[in-house]
């Protein structure tokens, strides 16, 4: 019976060996994804909207979909 506790805990180790590996591997990946996606954000920035690039940036909804809309909030006289 003595073996049988031995195999199972020998397995138990095993397992949390395994999801400790699987943790380090998920973790790599998502540092390497948030590099990516930073190095991109700093791409655009820099390249794209950077040496007063950004005074020539057309936005298609600007004006579009206003904070406050007139004909919506009204303020009436009493």
Do not use: R
């Not at 060996?17 to 943790?23: E, M, P, R, V, Y």
């Not at 998920?26 to 794209?48: G, P, Q």
């Not at 904070?67 to 919506?72: G, L, S």
Request: charged share 15%.
């Amino acid at each position: 019976m003595t073996s049988f506790w031995l195999f199972l805990s020998g397995i138990f180790k095993w397992s949390f060996g395994f999801f400790d590996a699987a943790g380090n591997v998920m973790n790599w990946i998502l540092f390497i994804v948030a590099s990516v996606m930073f190095c991109y954000w700093c791409y655009v920035l820099v390249a794209t909207l950077g040496g007063d690039k950004d005074k020539n940036y057309f936005s298609p909804t600007e004006g579009h979909h206003p904070y406050y809309d007139p004909q919506i909030m009204k303020k009436e006289d009493k």
